[in-house]
């Protein structure tokens, strides 16, 4: 009887652990912040974001800024704007990319200016099967005019 116990335990808690780690599944690559001037006081923060299943990206934190929201530029007319989002959907098993011109995280009211090579710690947090799930990540600063790559960034944009 005990026996059969103990090897019931490691099946259970395997099983346990799939079903948390398929819920909890975004992977985030490619994290980067722009570099910034001493009275610069906001930047953007980009990324690649892939949800295993459905998800929604509904908050960021950082202790390097006071505020830390996630934005989409957008042209309007003939205007460029940018929104802060209440949410960024994230489709089962897509790329979403957080790109220099599209949508990104804004961190504002910067506590110290941001130097290539330095890192920003931040906390994406997602809602994703009914469950909030918060993941750290630390994007490394680019210099201050860093971009995407050209096809990337202007996409069909000729200049």
């Known amino acids: 009887m005990q026996a059969r116990f103990l090897a019931a335990v490691p099946a259970a808690l395997f099983a346990a652990l799939c079903s948390t780690a398929a819920l909890a599944q975004v992977d985030v ?3 980067w912040a722009r570099g910034t001037v001493p009275a610069q006081t906001a930047t953007g923060v980009f990324m690649t974001l892939h949800a295993h299943t459905p998800a929604k990206l509904v908050g960021v934190s950082t202790p390097a800024a006071a505020t830390a929201e996630v934005h989409e530029m957008k042209m309007d007319g003939n205007v460029m704007r940018m929104r802060a989002l209440g949410a960024l959907d ?3 098993m897509q790329d979403v990319e957080l790109k220099p011109g599209g ?4 961190l504002m009211g910067l506590k110290a200016p941001l130097k290539k090579g ?18 750290k990540v630390d ?4 210099d201050l005019g860093a971009a995407a790559p050209a096809a990337v960034a202007h996409g069909d944009h000729k200049h």
């Open 90 to 92: 994230l489709p089962a």
């Open 103 to 106: 949508y990104h995280v804004m």
């Open 118 to 135: 330095d890192k920003v710690a931040l906390t994406l947090k997602f809602e994703q099967g009914g469950k909030m799930v918060e993941q």
């Open 29 to 31: 690559s490619n994290a």
């Open 139 to 142: 994007a490394e600063v680019r």
